[in-house]
Structure formats: structure tokens, C-alpha cells
């Protein structure tokens, strides 16, 4: 079966989409993207996935109307005209055309929606059994950048690291603040568990406010864990008994060791492991799989 996309409201195959030359995604890679994970035709958490992104776009002044039933509509469509019920979803929208100099635009251009939907390339099982090698990412991430703590399209620098990480033979590079302080991994949120404390760096580090994080949070609380949303430097990191990643198509993954360091024992902790399999109770039932 061809691919199939839906773009500005309606499903195209994919090697007939078009998007404007003069988009703004495509001129300034200024736009928004979110990556969701359907399971069972169902996507998990998706008006929070919508919320954030029409946060992002309020807070950087983007020009992007965000209709939530729109959204869900053409996810279902997309789905549907792909034949796919567990699957990737990616949904980009961008402000489209920009003003091109001494052609000003007396009328708003519509701006630009598309969602992609492909088959899950889940990660192998035997790497949540023995857990992912990480590194630390040799950029860093400034507060003061305004796309900081926002999925936008200049993803480039995401990209490097994570090219760095593969030629370092890691599977994930670990970003730090010019701070010095722990922020996110390049695709992910990041979490420690220490003496029976789960933390993870707040939103305001900045971080992206991960859906999949804040389910992790909400999980912990209602088992009673304690939990912190507080600073972390690479001190903490290495003490850490437990370190794990967290991520719509990720879901939750140990890390077993950072570069050269092994984290606790070498192995997956017993609170990812509770914490993975409470993650997985949440999503068959709010994802109607449960049975």
C-alpha cells in the first residue's frame, strides 16, 4: 500500500503532498511537531499532546490556529487510509507562507498541517532487558534560547547529537545546561532514582514538558513514591541507582551506563522495571486494551 499523509485537511498519498516553497517551515524551519504513539487505532494522551503544542505556539508568537478535533479527526483518517492501529504519529504545523521581501502579503496564508502515521520501529526488546549505554551530549542548552523547551523544526542540532552518540556507540546522548545542570536526552526526558527517590529535572530548566514524563510522575505519585522535580549535575547523575528514559515511542528505558560509568548494578532497577510495567497497565487502559 502507498503511503498516505494528510495534509491541510484532507488524505493525499504521500508522493503528491505538496507544501509552498515559501513556507516558513521550510524557509526558517519555524514551525512545531509533535511525535504521538497510537496503540490499538487509540493515541495516548493525545489532547495533552495538543495542549503543548498550542502552549508552544502561543509562547513563540507562531501564527498557527490549533483545532483539536481537526487534529483528531485527521489522525483517525490517517490511520485508517494507512490501515494501521499501533503506529508513530508525527503532526507538524507551521505558520505557512512568510512575507518575502517588497512582496508583502496583504492576505493570511492558511498555515500548514501534517500528519504522518508509519509503523512503530519499536526498540529491540533485549534493550530494555540489559538497558541503553548513553553518553553525554557534547552541546549544551541554554535557558535563555527561546526554543528551548519547545518541539520545533530546527531539529538539527538533536540530530548531531545523536550521529555523535551512534559514532560513540551509545544509543542516546544526555544534554546539559550551560548551567551545568542535567536537562533531557536528545529524543527524551530523563529521570534518576536514588534511595528510593525518583527525580527528573523541572520543566523550567528548560526542558521539554514530555507526555510520557509527566504519566511517569503521576504513576510514582499513586504508588507513593516520593518524587522531585529538581536540579541535577552530573554528580547526582553518577550516584544515581537507577537512571532511565522516558518517551512516546521510547516509552520507559533504563540507561545501565553512562559512557565508561556504570549506573547501579548494571542492570534494570526494580523501580523502572515497576514503573514499566505500570506504564504499560496505563496505556491498555486508556487506550481501551484492556480486556
Not at 548513553?134 to 538533536?158: E, F, S, W
Amino acid at each position: 500500500m502507498d503511503e498516505q499523509v494528510f495534509l491541510n485537511g484532507r488524505i493525499v498519498p504521500a508522493a503528491e503532498a505538496r507544501v509552498s516553497v515559501f513556507d516558513a517551515g521550510f524557509t526558517h524551519a519555524a514551525g512545531l511537531f509533535e511525535t504521538l504513539r497510537a496503540y490499538g487505532g487509540r493515541v495516548m494522551r493525545l489532547t495533552e499532546h495538543v495542549e503543548r503544542l498550542a502552549h508552544s505556539a502561543a509562547t513563540l508568537e507562531m501564527q498557527i490556529e490549533v483545532d483539536a478535533a481537526a487534529i483528531e479527526l485527521g489522525i483517525e483518517q490517517v490511520l485508517a487510509a494507512n490501515g494501521l492501529r499501533d503506529a508513530r504519529v508525527r503532526w507538524v504545523m507551521t505558520p505557512g507562507d512568510v512575507p518575502r521581501p517588497g512582496r508583502a502579503i496583504t492576505t493570511p496564508t492558511p498555515g500548514t498541517s501534517l500528519i504522518t502515521a508509519t509503523q512503530v520501529r519499536a526498540y529491540p526488546p533485549d534493550l530494555y532487558a540489559r538497558g541503553m549505554r548513553v553518553c553525554i551530549c557534547p552541546y549544551k542548552q541554554n535557558r535563555l534560547d527561546p526554543l528551548a523547551g519547545h518541539k520545533t523544526l530546527a531539529y538539527l542540532p538533536r540530530l548531531l547529537a545523536m550521529k555523535d552518540a551512534a559514532q560513540r556507540k551509545c544509543n542516546e546522548s544526555l544534554w546539559f545546561t550551560t548551567e551545568n545542570l542535567l536537562a533531557e536526552g536528545s529524543v527524551c526526558n530523563c529521570f534518576i532514582v536514588k534511595d528510593g527517590t525518583l527525580a527528573t529535572p523541572p520543566v523550567e530548566t528548560p526542558i521539554l514538558p514530555g507526555i510520557v514524563r509527566k504519566v511517569v510522575i503521576e504513576l510514582a505519585a499513586g504508588e507513593g513514591m516520593a518524587v522531585e522535580q529538581r536540579p541535577i549535575d552530573i554528580n547526582a547523575l553518577l550516584a544515581a541507582d537507577e537512571v532511565f528514559l522516558t518517551g512516546s515511542v521510547l516509552e520507559i528505558m533504563p540507561v545501565t551506563s553512562i559512557e565508561k560509568h556504570v549506573v547501579g548494578k548494571g542492570r534494570p532497577g526494580e523501580v523502572t522495571e515497576h514503573l514499566r510495567r505500570l506504564y504499560r497497565q496505563q496505556v491498555a487502559k486508556e487506550c481501551g486494551l484492556e480486556r
